[in-house]
């Protein structure tokens, strides 16, 4: 018979705290818990109640299959994850992971340590040009590669490009040619909202009991972008060449 956990919320940060207090790792839940009678030194990371599948207002519909999806420059690496206590991240990601069935959502992987193919949240915002808010409307899980691709430009800063047009072309069945058409589409996109400063709307995760930090503001979020990219190295936003 199998004994029911007192599960733990851990973040990543925290695992080696947790551990030395005397929690245990399930690795089919993927997941820390509380052994008989470690309970009460555990406390400190009981859990909060699991966040809802459904987010209020969320749209799961938005942004199906695999596709290069850039989100302005000065919105670069300010995404939920750095706008969430590392607990309720964890939160976040256990439903994420848990709704999609533990399987990417673009192509069907499943987490690979060996090939370092790990299971990822990632965002999908619609923009509103008038008033100029980027809305979070999805979180969707994908896999490394998968997030690779659609984060496209953020693979070229750190030499993966062709892996990540590679994927892109055997996920999607497109050509080269209409893969690159597809990249070509979604970098003038991304030119064209770059121009510009959005708001960050994240009232899906407020409303749902997550607590959020404000995110810096729009300069400072291109400052930010801007640090990180110089620690990444010089940055290549080229666009992939078409073959024959």
């Not at 990371?45 to 596709?67: K, S």
């Not at 193919?117 to 979070?136: N, P, V």
Request: charged share 30%; glycine share 6%.
């Amino acid at each position: 018979m199998t004994l029911e956990r007192t599960w733990l919320d851990v973040s990543y940060g925290e695992k080696d705290a947790a551990k030395a207090a005397g929690a245990r790792w399930d690795g089919t839940a993927r997941r820390w818990y509380a052994p008989p009678g470690k309970e009460a030194a555990l406390q400190e990371w009981a859990p909060a109640p699991d966040v809802p599948d459904l987010l209020p207002g969320e749209d799961r519909t938005l942004g199906q299959g695999l596709f290069v999806d850039l989100v302005p420059s000065s919105c670069w690496f300010t995404n939920v994850r750095s706008c969430v206590t590392p607990r309720d991240w964890e939160r976040l990601r256990r439903m994420i992971t848990r709704r999609a069935g533990m399987r990417c959502e673009a192509c069907g992987a499943v987490e690979n340590r060996a090939e370092k193919r790990w299971l990822e949240a990632h965002e999908r915002w619609t923009f509103d040009e008038q008033r100029l808010t980027q809305k979070l409307v999805r979180l969707i899980c994908l896999c490394t590669d998968c997030h690779t691709v659609t984060h496209f430009g953020f693979a070229q800063v750190r030499g993966l490009g062709e892996e990540a047009l590679a994927h892109l072309m055997r996920v999607t069945g497109m050509s080269r040619r209409l893969a690159t058409e597809h990249v070509d589409a979604a970098f003038e996109v991304w030119q064209m909202r770059s121009r510009r400063s959005y708001a960050l709307d994240l009232s899906i995760l407020t409303e749902a009991g997550v607590t959020v930090v404000p995110p810096p503001s729009a300069q400072d979020r291109g400052r930010v972008a801007e640090e990180t990219l110089r620690k990444q190295g010089p940055p290549s936003l080229r666009r992939p060449q078409q073959h024959a």
